[in-house]
């Protein structure tokens, strides 16, 4: 199997997260004849394999695809920004509602928690019910949380308001990674999901900066009136451009690929119902197939009923199987461990930065905990989309044509590299109480490293169980969730002994 894999001799049939990318250079060009291929290279696969029913989403037309896609990415945004919206204004929380520092971190940790909730039941009820519909059930909640927020007087009404915001943040946190393996092609999806993150976690970043100055002047309330109606474009783009992705194909060609129990070696088989080699058709490329409309009236319903095999009951408890198999228990831990570091540094920079020798307003905070992580994000995941798809094809190439899923594990060494310099750096130089300046380069490759974490957790889960990919992302949003949580609690009983700030109890 070769770079650094090793080969599964001892086991024979098929290999979820293994499938042909490239026909085996060793003269094996039999084992994808029926195979389609891309239009533009014929040396590439696409996988998985598209049906010929013009409802099948790979069969979309591009210009269908880019639309919904730009759709889901303005909705992920929007939500990055719920998040960190109140980070700058922890101190004005704090002597405002006359409440100890541990509620205040309460205001962002049980949202986080409520969000991988949420995350987790929107995979399981979207695969039964239709991604759809579940869109528009979230965007339902998240509106009305930021109405709730806008109008609360009290920390009680503000905490009841973040935990509705973060059941609403929950298909736009999970269902877009869903909606890309849905979309596009094996070969695309890594730069599609690097550019979601991007949008994700930049969003993340720079609202620090823009709420720190809404606050500051205009006051709470109306950051979260503003917020409310920029979220309203993504809603209405998704009622209009984001139809049900959710699709049963006869054959699963993307999730196997036979293996011979003897050798190891790629075996053809055109005789197995749904193996991942069948044969789909003699030719590279289909019939013409005629799309809809991209306002007809079949896409824009907001429920269309879907074949499902399982009961949701049982969907439910579904992903929760994932986490035995060693692929998913290591994403899970990558992408909660890399994740959870935008998450806890939106809750240090009022810490770090309003307290001596710095001592910054509430703008300032902002600016300072939001430039340098979208710079340190933006560097890294518009790098990780191109070099994570660019390494799959040239190590499938040199795997007799085979994709594995461990190819999108490239990404776990730019992300040590930068977690390094970042995290040491950082803490050395707050600790010293070095140049603002100084600290904000060393916080920049700390939220590199935890941009090529995620991107690296999400992508190898996704490939590595195809068939399985919401219900591995839903798991993995849980954990995450669950982690991120348990450490502003240990924050909260005082286990961490977090650095305060004056005013702070």
Same mark, same amino acid.
């Given at each position: 199997?070769?770079?650094?894999?090793?080969?599964?001799?001892?086991?024979?049939?098929?290999?979820?997260?293994? /499938?042909?990318?490239?026909?085996?250079?060793?003269g094996?060009?039999?084992?994808?004849?029926?195979?389609?291929?891309?239009?533009q290279?014929?040396? *590439?696969? *696409?996988?998985?394999?598209?049906?010929?029913?013009?409802?099948?989403?790979?069969?979309?037309?591009?210009?269908?695809?880019?639309?919904?896609?730009?759709?889901?990415?303005?909705?992920?945004?929007?939500?990055?920004?719920?998040?960190?919206v109140l980070?700058? $204004?922890?101190?004005?929380i704090? =002597?405002? &509602?006359h409440?100890?520092? =541990?509620?205040?971190?309460?205001? +962002?940790g049980?949202?986080? *928690?409520?969000?991988?909730?949420?995350?987790?039941?929107?995979?399981?009820?979207?695969?039964?019910?239709?991604?759809?519909?579940?869109?528009?059930?979230? +965007?339902?909640?998240?509106?009305?949380?930021l109405?709730?927020?806008?109008?609360?007087?009290?920390?009680?009404s503000?905490?009841?308001? #973040?935990?509705?915001?973060?059941?609403?943040?929950?298909?736009?946190?999970?269902?877009?990674?869903?909606?890309? =393996? $849905?979309?596009?092609?094996?070969h695309e999806?890594?730069?599609?999901?690097?550019?979601?993150?991007?949008?994700? +976690?930049?969003?993340? /970043? *720079?609202?620090?900066?823009?709420?720190?100055?809404?606050?500051?002047?205009?006051? #709470?309330?109306?950051?979260f009136?503003?917020?409310?109606?920029?979220?309203?474009?993504?809603v209405f783009?998704?009622?209009?451009?984001?139809?049900?992705?959710?699709?049963?194909?006869q054959?699963?060609?993307?999730?196997?690929?036979? @293996?011979?129990g003897?050798?190891?070696?790629?075996?053809?088989? $055109?005789?197995?119902?749904?193996?991942?080699t069948?044969?789909?058709?003699?030719?590279?490329?289909?019939?013409?197939?005629?799309? @809809? !409309?991209?306002?007809d009236?079949y896409?824009?319903?907001?429920? #269309?009923?879907?074949?499902?095999?399982?009961?949701?009951?049982?969907?439910? /408890?579904?992903?929760?199987?994932t986490?035995?198999?060693?692929?998913?228990?290591?994403?899970?831990?990558?992408?909660?461990?890399?994740?959870?570091?935008?998450?806890?540094?939106?809750?240090?920079?009022?810490?770090?930065?309003?307290?001596?020798? &710095?001592?910054? $307003?509430?703008?300032?905070?902002?600016?300072?905990?939001?430039?340098?992580?979208?710079?340190?994000?933006?560097?890294?995941?518009?790098?990780?989309?191109?070099? +994570?798809?660019?390494?799959?094809?040239?190590?499938?190439?040199?795997?007799?044509g085979?994709?594995? %899923?461990e190819?999108?594990?490239?990404?776990?060494m730019p992300?040590?590299? /930068?977690?390094?310099?970042?995290?040491?750096?950082?803490? &050395?130089?707050?600790?010293?109480? !070095?140049? &603002?300046?100084?600290? %904000?380069?060393?916080?920049?490759?700390?939220?590199?490293?935890?941009a090529?974490?995620?991107?690296?957790?999400?992508t190898?889960?996704?490939?590595?169980?195809?068939?399985?990919?919401?219900?591995?992302?839903?798991?993995?949003?849980?954990?995450?969730?669950?982690?991120?949580?348990?450490?502003t609690?240990?924050?909260?009983?005082?286990?961490?002994?977090?650095?305060?700030?004056?005013g702070?109890?």
């Open positions: 199997m070769g770079i650094g894999i090793f080969e599964a001799k001892a086991v024979s049939g098929d290999i979820p997260g293994t /499938c042909l990318l490239h026909p085996p250079s060793n094996g060009e039999e084992q994808a004849l029926g195979l389609k291929r891309h239009a290279d014929a040396s *590439l696969i *696409l996988q998985p394999q598209p049906s010929e029913h013009r409802d099948d989403p790979l069969n979309w037309s591009r210009f269908r695809k880019e639309v919904a896609y730009a759709s889901l990415l303005l909705g992920a945004i929007a939500v990055g920004v719920v998040g960190p980070t700058p $204004d922890f101190g004005n704090l =002597t405002e &509602y409440v100890s520092l =541990t509620k205040v971190i309460a205001i +962002n049980d949202l986080v *928690l409520t969000y991988g909730i949420a995350s987790f039941l929107c995979v399981s009820v979207s695969d039964s019910l239709g991604r759809r519909p579940t869109f528009l059930v979230s +965007n339902i909640l998240l509106l009305a949380g109405i709730w927020g806008a109008l609360a007087k009290s920390y009680g503000l905490l009841g308001a #973040r935990i509705l915001q973060g059941f609403g943040m929950g298909a736009y946190g999970c269902l877009v990674n869903s909606s890309i =393996t $849905d979309i596009f092609f094996l999806q890594g730069t599609r999901i690097a550019i979601w993150q991007f949008a994700f +976690n930049g969003s993340i /970043c *720079l609202t620090p900066v823009i709420s720190g100055i809404l606050i500051q002047r205009l006051g #709470r309330n109306i950051a009136w503003v917020l409310f109606g920029a979220t309203i474009l993504p783009a998704t009622i209009l451009f984001v139809p049900e992705t959710v699709y049963h194909r054959l699963e060609s993307c999730d196997f690929v036979h @293996r011979d003897e050798t190891g070696t790629v075996v053809h088989d $055109d005789t197995k119902k749904g193996s991942g069948a044969i789909v058709q003699p030719l590279e490329t289909a019939a013409p197939i005629h799309p @809809r !409309a991209i306002f009236s896409h824009l319903r907001p429920w #269309r009923p879907i074949r499902r095999d399982k009961s949701i009951t049982l969907a439910l /408890c579904r992903p929760a199987l986490l035995l198999s060693p692929n998913v228990l290591y994403a899970a831990f990558l992408f909660m461990t890399t994740f959870t570091w935008f998450v806890q540094l939106s809750s240090l920079y009022s810490q770090i930065y309003g307290a001596p020798p &710095y001592s910054f $307003d509430t703008a300032k905070i902002g600016y300072i905990g939001g430039i340098s992580p979208f710079i340190g994000t933006m560097l890294a995941l518009l790098s990780a989309g191109p070099i +994570n798809d660019h390494a799959v094809r040239i190590l499938s190439k040199h795997n007799k085979v994709f594995e %899923a190819m999108r594990l490239v990404l776990v992300c040590g590299i /930068c977690f390094a310099i970042g995290a040491f750096g950082m803490g &050395y130089t707050v600790q010293h109480g !070095a140049h &603002y300046l100084v600290t %904000a380069v060393f916080l920049a490759f700390l939220v590199a490293g935890a090529f974490g995620t991107i690296c957790g999400i190898y889960a996704s490939s590595a169980f195809p068939a399985r990919g919401g219900d591995t992302f839903g798991i993995i949003m849980l954990v995450k969730a669950l982690y991120a949580w348990g450490n609690l240990f924050w909260r009983i005082g286990i961490l002994a977090p650095v305060r700030f004056p702070s109890t």
